[in-house]
């Protein structure tokens, strides 16, 4: 459980630095995003076949999927 939180973060923290723009999201925030963008990743990865649990193709994966959910998320937080 400690080291999900710990992955999530750091994810979360490198699709904010990819991500143009200011995204007004905290710790906790961050940690979500980081989380729900390595289970999205690592749902579809791991479906499709393109890799398995542990692999490096994960962190690129779980981290454009973090971009992805805050590419969303920064669109619907604007309307």
């Known amino acids: 459980m400690l ?3 710990i992955i999530g973060f750091i994810i979360g923290v490198l ?3 990819l ?4 995204d007004n999201l905290g ?3 961050t940690t ?3 989380i729900g963008g390595s289970l999205l990743a690592g749902w579809v ?3 499709v076949g393109m890799y398995k649990m542990g692999e490096p193709a994960g962190w690129i994966a779980s981290t454009l999927a973090a ?3 805050l590419m969303i998320y920064t ?5």
């Open 27 to 29: 710790l906790i925030m």
């Open 75 to 79: 669109r619907v937080i604007k309307k």
């Open 3 to 5: 080291s999900t939180i």
């Open 32 to 34: 979500l995003l980081g």
């Open 15 to 17: 699709a904010k630095f």
């Open 45 to 47: 990865g791991q479906s």
């Open 67 to 69: 971009v992805v959910i």
């Open 19 to 22: 991500h143009p723009g200011r």
